[in-house]
């Protein structure tokens, strides 16, 4: 049983879009309701890492999603970079947990500041006042004393910093795979049961 009933998920103009589609695509299946905001830069990184083009109006970009993961439809919604009254910009509809995946240092940054400049920046602000569950996938390397200083902040602040680094001692054979692992230890954030990837110490339990 998931603990979490809905989510944002931000798509910013970091590499690694793989994994925020997919996350998107999981908790779908698993009956999430997602709430779906994603960059400009997003846009670009889509084309240029996925050859995918994210429409620019949401409708469209909602229609894409359902289509491509056969969703119910009553599960997604997508929001413009302004939209003031979409229920992610309010602390009194805010979702159960927001997850910014792929964060690139940009929305890493203006998160740590409260900027609240675009509804992605907004959205998180309204997690954290609210104490919701919030998690960044932050993407960039090597990370400088001010990536750094920013995450250190924010996870003080109880944001969940989960660096996309696959494991390999599961054996990744598939990029698909290297994706699951990471999207994986973001549902066991949310507490969305999965079985993307098996638990360390598990065959030592049968
Ligand atoms: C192909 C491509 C890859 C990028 N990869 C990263 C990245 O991994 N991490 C990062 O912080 N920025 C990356 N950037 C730069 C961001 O897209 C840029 O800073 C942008 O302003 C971020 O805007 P956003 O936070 O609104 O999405 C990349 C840009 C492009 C075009």
């Given at each position: 049983m998931s603990r979490v009933n809905t989510v944002t998920v931000a798509l910013t103009g970091?590499?690694?879009l793989p994994y925020g589609l997919r996350l998107i695509e999981a908790l779908l299946q698993a009956g999430v309701r997602v709430w779906v905001l994603y960059s400009q830069a997003a846009q670009i990184v889509a084309k240029q890492e996925m050859n995918l083009t994210l429409p620019s109006r949401p409708a469209e970009t909602r229609d894409w999603l359902l289509r491509r993961?056969?969703?119910?439809?009553?599960?997604l919604q997508v929001y413009g970079?302004?939209?003031?009254?979409?229920?992610?910009?309010?602390g009194s509809n805010p979702p159960d947990a927001m997850v910014v995946?792929?964060?690139s240092m940009g929305t890493l940054a203006a998160i740590a500041h409260g900027m609240s400049d675009n509804l992605i920046e907004r959205a998180a602000d309204v997690c954290i006042k609210e104490q919701r569950k919030l998690v960044l996938v932050p993407r960039e390397t090597p990370l400088s004393a001010i990536h750094l200083e920013n995450m250190l902040k924010l996870a003080r602040l109880g944001v969940s910093i989960l660096p996309p680094s696959p494991g390999f001692y599961t054996h990744p054979e598939t990029v698909d795979d290297m994706v699951d692992f990471v999207v994986a230890r973001i549902l066991d954030q949310l507490g969305v049961d999965n079985a993307l990837m098996p638990r360390w110490g598990a065959s030592q339990e049968e």
């Amino acid at each position: 049983m998931s603990r979490v009933n809905t989510v944002t998920v931000a798509l910013t103009g970091a590499s690694g879009l793989p994994y925020g589609l997919r996350l998107i695509e999981a908790l779908l299946q698993a009956g999430v309701r997602v709430w779906v905001l994603y960059s400009q830069a997003a846009q670009i990184v889509a084309k240029q890492e996925m050859n995918l083009t994210l429409p620019s109006r949401p409708a469209e970009t909602r229609d894409w999603l359902l289509r491509r993961f056969n969703a119910d439809p009553d599960l997604l919604q997508v929001y413009g970079r302004e939209e003031w009254f979409a229920p992610p910009a309010s602390g009194s509809n805010p979702p159960d947990a927001m997850v910014v995946c792929p964060c690139s240092m940009g929305t890493l940054a203006a998160i740590a500041h409260g900027m609240s400049d675009n509804l992605i920046e907004r959205a998180a602000d309204v997690c954290i006042k609210e104490q919701r569950k919030l998690v960044l996938v932050p993407r960039e390397t090597p990370l400088s004393a001010i990536h750094l200083e920013n995450m250190l902040k924010l996870a003080r602040l109880g944001v969940s910093i989960l660096p996309p680094s696959p494991g390999f001692y599961t054996h990744p054979e598939t990029v698909d795979d290297m994706v699951d692992f990471v999207v994986a230890r973001i549902l066991d954030q949310l507490g969305v049961d999965n079985a993307l990837m098996p638990r360390w110490g598990a065959s030592q339990e049968e």
